[in-house]
């Protein structure tokens, strides 16, 4: 079975441009999870959506928006790029919600901003 | 834990020793938590889970332990090899999403 993908891998971007990242999960899985890993912070959780609908959210602005599509897929956007928004940017797949099962990560999407 | 901007801690071990790398989680309320180790440049990778109502669990060369009395999890490694080099990481899930420690570094010297 595939594992979790993630594209791009890597992003360079300059401040006040925007990006969108996509995150395709594991076959059969419903809920996406999006983190941001930083070396200062560790990994912060972003959001998270089950079928289509965000289900949690963590403590992040509102230039952070998510979306997840019929078919799990998910995508994360961010607008107005600050510079403290360069980070790894992580999506992990699980067949249930709410932390209550495994959850599988992707590789990551590198976002430098400039 | 919950993560916090907080130093790396590492753990260095010669080949073919044992390994223990701990965390203290934070909420009693925990009930799921998972290790992971993640290498340079790659995402987390999961190594072995535990539910709350056991207190071990082996897999294969790694086994975790919970105590749940003073809310301290372990992932013991046999053998280390190089390949077991990495940050490893717990996580905790309390309050529908997990939660993450900040990670020991452990380096394997041959």
């Known amino acids: 079975k595939a594992g979790v993908t993630q594209t791009p891998r890597y992003l360079i971007k300059t401040r006040g441009q925007q990006v969108t990242l996509s995150c395709s999960p594991i076959?059969?899985?419903?809920?996406v999870s999006w983190y941001q890993q930083t070396p200062g912070q560790g990994l912060q959780f972003l959001f998270e959506?089950?079928?289509?609908?965000?289900?949690n959210k963590g403590n992040f602005p509102g230039r952070f928006s998510g979306r997840q599509f019929s078919n799990s897929r998910s995508e994360m956007n961010v607008s107005t790029l600050e510079l403290g928004d360069s980070a790894l940017y992580l999506c992990?797949?699980?067949?249930?919600?709410?932390?209550?099962?495994?959850?599988?990560f992707g590789p990551g999407t590198r976002l430098t901003v400039l | 834990g919950e993560s916090v901007g907080l130093h790396l801690p590492t753990l260095s071990v010669q080949e073919g020793d044992n390994s223990i790398i701990n965390c203290a989680y934070s909420?009693?309320?925990?009930?799921?938590f998972i290790w992971y180790k993640q290498e340079s440049g790659k995402g987390p990778q999961f190594i072995i889970d535990?539910?709350?109502?056991?207190d071990k669990r082996q897999g294969q060369r790694v086994t975790v332990l919970l105590n749940k009395t003073v809310k301290h999890l372990s992932l013991q490694i046999a053998a280390t090899q190089p390949g077991d080099s990495a940050v490893y990481f717990c996580a905790e899930s309390h309050f529908n999403k997990f939660y993450f420690g900040s990670g020991t570094k452990l380096n394997v010297k041959p």
């Open positions: 992990a797949s699980s067949l249930e919600a709410g932390g209550a099962d495994t959850q599988y």
């Open positions: 076959s059969g899985h419903r809920s």
């Open positions: 909420n009693s309320a925990s009930d799921y």
């Open positions: 535990i539910r709350s109502n056991m």
């Open positions: 959506y089950f079928s289509e609908t965000q289900r």
